[in-house]
């Protein structure tokens, strides 16, 4: 593990921690919702003058990306001009993904981790900041919340402040890391034993929770059973209407067509409510994409099955965080 963060470390400390990059970031699409980002893995031009880098930062979150299959975007190149990680996300069109954007703090703090939610209230972040703290205490990582100084504001130009702007959302989650857990060759034993097992599982623990939510305009239903372990299925309508509906079971979505396990156990199931609408639905629809209106199911282990809401999504409030955990 440490060979391979250091091999991964050494783009980003080439040309005295200016990078080696061909371009000031790549964006990794892993097909998760959740991006890890280092918006300064590298040196970068800020406010007129080189800002440090942000050091080991890029090689962890491109080490529990690879890891865990979540897409990353991390700067590797210094620019001679202001180019921020903002900028770079309404360029490329990934303003649908919710971003941990990872920082590095100074080590005189007594705190080891501090999460900024810039200019939103804390409770936009409630769900995601619980997670955190709670996981964070699970490895002995303490955390702080809006610390003056890693607050995800900084004169404007952090990332998730400058998101905010853009699109009033909760989209971007600022979490400065202590050095002493960031150096895997000063401090081997902090990184491996509580840094990378704490993103890891935050990085799954925040994915999980928005693979239960789709975005765009539909009704969802949230069911529990005991079948075993397989991913949402989505069901495109129009002019939905409520009436009595039929249930069947469907293969994975997001894989090939497959029959759901027959054995016994506890598990995350695959159950789908074909709903009547006006209009006639295709539920084998193949070429489905998530941006399309849909139903979409959630479930949690349980005896049986049960419903236990359902509603309507419109589009990505500013509480959505606290309505996907």
């Known amino acids: 593990m440490l ?5 991964l470390n050494r783009k980003y400390i080439q040309n ?3 990078g080696a990059g061909k371009e000031a970031f790549v964006f990794t699409n892993r097909g998760s919702k959740l991006v890890l980002s280092a918006p300064h893995a590298v040196k970068t031009q800020l406010n007129g003058r080189v800002k440090a ?4 930062t890029g090689a962890l979150a491109e080490l529990v990306g690879e890891d865990r299959g979540i897409s990353t975007l991390i700067r590797t190149a210094y620019l001679e001009r202001e180019y921020l990680a903002d900028e770079f996300v309404k360029e490329r069109g990934l303003s649908g993904y919710f971003f941990l954007d990872l920082h590095g703090m100074v080590d005189h703090e007594k705190f080891e981790l501090a999460a900024g939610t810039g200019l939103l209230e804390a409770d936009a972040y409630a769900k995601a900041l619980k997670a955190v703290e709670k996981l964070g205490k699970s490895y002995g990582l303490r955390m702080v919340l809006n610390h003056p100084h890693y607050s995800g504001i900084a004169g404007m130009k952090a990332f998730t402040a400058r998101m905010q702007m853009q699109t009033g959302k909760p989209q971007v989650l600022q979490l400065e890391i202590g050095r002493a857990y960031r150096d895997f060759y000063e401090r081997p034993e902090n990184v491996t034993a509580k840094t990378l097992p704490f993103l890891a599982e935050l990085s799954e623990t925040l994915e ?8 765009g305009c539909g009704a969802f239903i949230r069911l529990r059973c005991n079948f075993y372990q397989a991913e949402l299925v989505l069901v495109a309508f129009d002019n939905f ?3 009595a509906a039929e249930d069947e079971f469907l293969s994975r979505f997001g894989n090939r067509l497959c029959y759901l396990q027959q054995v016994a156990g506890n598990g995350n199931g695959a159950f789908v409510v074909d709903i009547p609408t006006e209009f006639a639905v295709d ?6 994409s998530v941006d399309q209106p849909a139903v979409f199911a959630v479930f949690a282990n349980a005896h049986g099955i049960e419903i236990l809401n359902v ?6 409030t500013d509480d959505f965080l606290k309505n996907v955990f």
């Open 3 to 7: 060979a391979k963060l250091s091999e």
């Open 16 to 18: 005295n921690g200016f």
């Open 53 to 56: 880098a942000d050091l080991f």
């Open 208 to 215: 999980t929770a928005f693979n239960r939510i789709l975005f």
């Open 241 to 243: 209407k409520q009436q």
């Open 283 to 288: 539920v084998a629809d193949g070429n489905l």
């Open 311 to 316: 509603g309507f999504v419109v589009d990505v």
